[in-house]
């Protein structure tokens, strides 16, 4: 996928994220995850998201009420949730719905666009080209990795604001097909059909089968 000029692309408002988590996700396919860094922008275009419905959702971390450690979720729209699961990798997340109201979005897949060789060195991958741009972003701790995610650093940014070094921008990339599938990864109501990807492209993360197109 091209990539236009990155520093034009405008950023995602927080009137974008106030909407229903499957609307956000679905939406967010083709954007760009920029991270600004002392050595320069990383960007990655979202492929792959899965959304996660609050209070109403037993696979939300949501669903039992409100902790600190979930307190991003209930917030306002707009704002990164990080967690840190199988006490390997971490995963990044954006809040949605009104502030009170939780629901989020969890970025599965990036495709590389820009700042390939730091994404390599910080996911310790020998460089060598485009062969291993797959294994830079593909899955959601390849990609918090690759984008230096932790929750100590990030939790809690603001994706809005023209301040934050991490941003969620849109270059006017427009996604011809999107994929729903199961949600995977997970054991409660894996079977809701919350998985959106976009179609056919070679760096979204796991099984390739859709349940269902648009």
Not at 4 to 17: E, G, P
Not at 67 to 91: D, E, K, S
Not at 117 to 142: F, H, N, Q, V, Y
Request: glycine share 10%; net charge positive.
């Amino acid at each position: 996928m091209p990539l236009r000029d990155s520093r034009r692309a405008v950023l995602l408002s927080q009137k974008f994220f106030d909407r229903d988590p499957r609307v956000v996700a679905r939406a967010l396919l083709g954007k760009l995850l920029v991270r600004r860094t002392p050595q320069g922008l990383l960007v990655g275009r979202v492929v792959e998201t899965e959304a996660y419905l609050g209070t109403g959702d037993p696979a939300a971390h949501s669903f039992s009420g409100k902790t600190p450690r979930n307190a991003v979720l209930f917030g306002p729209p707009g704002h990164a949730y990080v967690y840190f699961i199988y006490g390997n990798h971490y995963c990044l997340n954006v809040s949605c719905l009104p502030d009170g109201v939780p629901g989020g979005v969890l970025f599965r897949a990036l495709e590389p666009l820009v700042g390939l060789e730091t994404m390599a060195l910080a996911r310790d991958i020998e460089w060598s080209g485009k062969d291993d741009l797959r294994r830079i972003s593909s899955g959601p701790g390849r990609m918090a990795e690759a984008f230096g995610i932790t929750r100590d650093r990030d939790n809690g940014k603001d994706f809005t604001s023209p301040r934050s070094d991490l941003q969620l921008r849109n270059d006017g990339y427009r996604v011809r097909r999107v994929g729903v599938t199961r949600r995977i990864g997970i054991l409660k109501a894996a079977e809701e059909p919350l998985r959106y990807i976009i179609y056919g492209n070679p760096y979204v993360s796991g099984p390739r089968a859709w349940a269902a197109r648009t």
